[in-house]
Structures are given as C-alpha cells and as structure tokens.
C-alpha cells in the first residue's frame, strides 16, 4: 500500500501539475471559454501545496469538485499498473551525500496507455549533505521536465530563467526553510509552465512569492496553516498578473489538497485590473468578490 501511496504520489506531482490552464480531456486541447481568473488562481495555490506536499510525501488527493475529464484521466494514467517504475518522484530517491541532493531522471517514463511521455528531471538540493530537512536547514527544489502527450500536444515545467511578460526574469524553483519547530518559510523563486501544440503555444504561466510564505503546524495537510506571504502569477498570454495575498490564515485538511478555509486578497493589473478577495469555504470551490460582483471559482488539480 505504502509503494502505490508513493507511485501516485509521484505521477500526480509530475504531470497534474502541469495542467495550468489547459482544461481539456487530452494534452494539447483548450477547452474555449477558459477561466482565466480560475487558472490563475489554481497556479499559485497549486505551486504551495506541491511545494509542501513534496517535501513531505503527501500522496495525491484528486478533488471530488474537479470536472469529469480530470476524473478520467487520473483514473486512466495514475492508478496505471503498467506505468513504468523509473517514473518515481524526487523526494523517494537515494541521497547523495556527496552533494545532498535527491534527482529523479526520466528518459523513459511512458505514462498510462494513452500516449504520455515524461523526459527531463527533478532535483532537490538541501543544506545539509544528509538530506534531511530539520530546523535551520532547507531544501531547493528545481526542475525541468516536459510531458508529451497525444495528437502534437507537450507541457514543459521549468526552473529555469526565463522572462515574463514584463521583462521581469525569473527562475530557481523554490525554497522551503525549516524556521522552528512548527514553523517554515517558502519562497518561490520562480517557476513556469507552458504548453505547446504543434509548436503554437496554448498557455504560458510563471509564478513566484513577492514575499515569503509563513506555514504553520505541520508541512502535511493535516494541520497545515498558511498564515502570511504573497504570491504573484503572471499570466504571459493574457498578459495580467494577480498578487495574492493572505489576509485570513488558509487551512487545509488531511483529505483536500486545497485550502478548505481562509481568504487572501488578490490585486489585479495587465489586461485584469482591480482588486477582489478570494474566500475559502470548503474544499475547491473558493470565491471571488470583484467589481461588486461574487463567482465561484474552480481549482480541481493537485500538484
């Protein structure tokens, strides 16, 4: 149990992740009338969650909210038992202790039986030789990988510098520090998502923290609290970018991997512009307040 806990685990942080944006049954396919609010929204809380998740072996925890095709392909990708066991996730690989670091390499990783291919590479460097994350250690993680999928359609994930739709470069991963005993601090230095079909690009997301993120309790989502910090996600193709800001600690749960309580504000400028309050109210479906006027938003993936 504990071995397919850990291969589900591996596949959802490495190709769910990936799905910014692109809300299709297949990679390559963009659904029209895609909410941009939503896809941004779900990047920034997405990045945190897998930045925690990862560090601490969370196994993946698909919403009962998310729409019928992300159902499917969990179902027909994930729980694969002919997945190839080389596609096994960073944190459960050997330490290096000459570099401390963890890298999973995937040069062969044929995801399901519907046509994904995972190349490129996930590394996780930590302070300590030891890998070990205790308090006044931390962990870097980095990567760059892309998933191919079907009818010309390809997502890459990358670490690397690269710049936004403002000229503004940015890469590195992301940090995660160990402060004391029951606190830590994230930093997102930089992180992007873009997808391809055919060469024509479908999405382009970066995102970062325009100031650190204050977890509390636990890194597990059982007891996991976000009390403080800001996230920015620029949204290159629609060209805005949305800050969110925690306002009221956010609170997860050991059974969704999304905030189930909590608000942040979220500030507006590009081709979106104002200002709104994102409330979390369940596991989901958070709600924006903007203009005057209150939606529902939907973020189903996890990382």
Known sequence: ?????????????????????????????????????SDALESAIT????????????????????????????ESVFLSSATASNCGRAFNQACDNATGTRTATYSSCNIGSRGFLLTGSVTLTYSNNSCSLGVG?????????TVNGPRGGAIQTTSA??????????????????????????????KHKIGTRNGQTLFDVSVQTTSPLVI?????????????GAVEV????????AVYTVTQPLVWNSTCCHPISGAMSANYSGSIAGQGTITFNGC????????????????????
């Open 161 to 190: 510098l690269r710049t936004n739709y403002r000229g503004t470069q940015l890469g590195g991963g992301g940090r995660l520090s160990h402060t004391s005993s029951t606190t830590w601090q994230m930093e997102l230095l930089g």
């Open 284 to 303: 989901g479906s958070p709600q924006l307040s903007k203009d005057g006027i209150t939606r529902t938003l939907s973020i189903g993936y996890c990382e």
């Open 47 to 74: 990045v945190i969650s897998g930045q925690a998740d990862d560090a601490t072996g969370e196994s993946f925890a698909l919403q009962k909210s998310a729409t019928d095709w992300k159902v499917a392909l969990v």
């Open 137 to 145: 250690e931390n962990v870097v993680r980095t990567f760059d990988h």
């Open 216 to 228: 509390d309790g636990t890194l597990g989502r059982a007891g996991r609290t976000l009390s403080a």
């Open 234 to 241: 620029s949204h290159n193709l629609a060209q805005f970018s």
């Open 1 to 37: 149990m504990k071995n397919s806990t850990l291969f589900i685990t591996s596949l959802s942080f490495l190709l769910v992740a990936n799905l910014v944006g692109c809300r299709a049954e297949e990679l390559g396919e963009v659904e029209a009338g895609s909410d941009q609010q």
